[in-house]
């Protein structure tokens, strides 16, 4: 039996793929929630091991060379997860290109623009038509995206579910909020789906909503 990997995480789109991927994994894990609603994410013992001051991170007990091991980065941390275990991730060079791709797509563009859209359309304290408008507008040429190489493929790496799919499917869960309406993106739809009945991600979201503080 392994040790438990230590997850600190909230329960954001970034905050939910490392159990979804721990779930997919059968991978023995605990939640340590760091309140990012309450600067819990400045701490100096979670700086440590998140110096980006940003959830996910996780601690391995069995990490690298058996050694306690710490990752930060949602991507470095779905890589981490697939190379200990040789899943989620092709093998096949050209395969594990196409994966990386993806992955690195979400991590530097469908994230960090999905979220400002989230941001401008929800959270902002002042209206910016600007913004709302800019961050919207971006937002759904990503979501049009997504739905062009979904055509293509059946999953975002290829023909197998991988850990590009898990950093990218909880980011399209409320497009409305992101000022997107995806309802006539019929590829995104199908993979929406098709991601959203794995027994592995609604148990990964379901035992990160049970984790969060009462209000
Ligand atoms: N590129 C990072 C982004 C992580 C991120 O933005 N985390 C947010 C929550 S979704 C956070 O911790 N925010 C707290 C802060 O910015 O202080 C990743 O993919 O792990």
């Known amino acids: 039996m392994t040790s438990p990997i230590t997850v600190h995480t909230f329960n954001t789109p970034n905050g939910v793929k490392i159990t979804i991927a721990l779930e997919e994994l059968h991978l023995p894990y605990t ?9 819990e994410q400045f701490h ?3 700086l440590k091991i998140s110096p980006n001051n940003k959830i996910p991170a996780i601690q391995d007990p069995d990490g690298l060379n058996g050694q306690n091991t710490s990752v930060f980065e949602s991507g470095a941390i779905l890589l981490y997860l ?5 899943k989620l ?3 096949n060079p050209a395969q594990k290109l196409k994966t990386s791709e993806w992955l690195f797509w979400q991590v530097a563009s469908l994230g960090p623009m999905l979220g400002q859209a989230h941001h401008f359309n929800i959270y902002a304290p002042e209206k910016v038509p600007y913004a709302v408008s800019r961050y919207s507008q971006e937002a759904g040429r990503l979501y049009n995206v997504l739905n062009t190489r979904l055509a293509e493929s059946e999953y975002l790496g290829g023909d197998d579910y991988s850990i590009a799919d898990i950093a990218a499917w909880p980011w399209t869960r409320y497009p409305d909020r992101q000022g997107v309406d995806a309802g006539k993106l019929k ?3 199908r993979w929406f789906n098709a991601v959203a009945e794995r027994p592995a991600v609604k148990l990964g979201q379901q035992k990160l909503a049970d984790a969060m503080p009462q209000e």
């Open 31 to 39: 939640i340590k929630i760091v309140n990012i609603t309450k600067d």
């Open 44 to 46: 100096p013992d979670f």
């Open 82 to 86: 697939a190379e200990k275990t040789g």
């Open 89 to 91: 991730l092709p093998q």
């Open 187 to 189: 590829h995104f739809q």
